[in-house]
C-alpha cells in the first residue's frame, strides 16, 4: 500500500540528549524519502533527505537512516535543543506515476530543559 | 530566496459556503502541490500539478473541490460548497521537479461552522 507511518507518536527527551525517531514505510518500490518538521502554526520545514541508493546522509546535527531490508527509516537528532521541540514527519515518495510525497502522522518530539 | 506564499492565513465560513485559497510558489518551481492537513495527522495530497498541467488528483473530492494552475505559476484551490470536515489546514507546497524536496507555506486554516 501507499501508507508509511511511525512507531511512537511522542517523544520526550531531555535537552542535550540525543533523539531518534523512527518511519516504517510499506512500499518497497519507493526511492526517495524526505524529513519535515512542522512547528505549531507554521508549514512542514525540510530537513534532511535520502535517496534508496544510499543508507545515510548526515546534515547539521541530524542524520537520517535508510534501512531497505526492513523498511524503516529514522531521524537522528544530536544534542536535542528546545528549538526542537516539533511534530517531525517523514514523507515517501512513490516511484512511477506522479511520485507524490506520502506523509506519515507524525512524532512529536518534546525537549525538556 | 522568497518561500511559498499562502492567501489567506485564516477563514471561517459556514458550511454550504464557498471558499478560495491562493497560492505563489517559489519562483522557478515547475511542481506544485495542494496537501489538507487535520489536526493530529499528516498532510494528505489533494492535488499536483506540473507546470499548469495536472499531474495527479487521485485524492481530491471533485464533487465539491477544485482547482488551476493558470499560467503555470499561482494557483488557487476552491471548495464549493463547505462541509463540517473539510476543517482542516491547506498548505501548499512546490518544487523543482518531481522527486525532489518540496518547500511548504504557511498554510490557511479554515474553519467550517
Known amino acids: 500500500g501507499e501508507s508509511v507511518g511511525l512507531h511512537l507518536p511522542t517523544l520526550s527527551v531531555q535537552e542535550g540528549d540525543n533523539s531518534i525517531i523512527n518511519c516504517a514505510y510499506s512500499?518497497?518500490?519507493?526511492?526517495?524519502f524526505i524529513w519535515y518538521k512542522q512547528e505549531s502554526g507554521k508549514g512542514p520545514q525540510f530537513i534532511i533527505d535520502i535517496r534508496s541508493n544510499m543508507d545515510k546522509r548526515q546534515g547539521q546535527r541530524v542524520t537520517v537512516l535508510l534501512n531497505k531490508t526492513v523498511k524503516h527509516l529514522s531521524l537522528q537528532i544530536a544534542a536535542t535543543q528546545p528549538g526542537d521541540s516539533a511534530v517531525y514527519f517523514c514523507a515517501e515518495s512513490l516511484q512511477g506515476g506522479s511520485e507524490k510525497l506520502v506523509f506519515g502522522k507524525g512524532t512529536k518530539l518534546t525537549v525538556n530543559p | 530566496e522568497a518561500g511559498v506564499a499562502q492567501s489567506p492565513r485564516y477563514k471561517i465560513i459556514e458550511k454550504r459556503q464557498s471558499v478560495a485559497f491562493w497560492c505563489n510558489p517559489i519562483s522557478g518551481h515547475a511542481t506544485l502541490y495542494w496537501y489538507q492537513q487535520i489536526l493530529g495527522q499528516g498532510p494528505k495530497l489533494l492535488i499536483q500539478?506540473?507546470?499548469?498541467?495536472?499531474?495527479?488528483d487521485s485524492q481530491l473530492p471533485k464533487d465539491r473541490f477544485s482547482a488551476e494552475r493558470l499560467k503555470g505559476v499561482d494557483s488557487t484551490l476552491k471548495i464549493q460548497p463547505a462541509k463540517l470536515e473539510d476543517s482542516a489546514v491547506y498548505l501548499c507546497?512546490?518544487?523543482?521537479?518531481?522527486?525532489?524536496?518540496?518547500?511548504f507555506g504557511q498554510g490557511t486554516r479554515l474553519t467550517v461552522v
Open positions: 512500499n518497497s518500490a519507493s526511492d526517495y
Open positions: 507546497a512546490s518544487s523543482y521537479g518531481t522527486g525532489v524536496s518540496a518547500f
Open positions: 500539478f506540473q507546470n499548469n498541467g495536472v499531474v495527479d
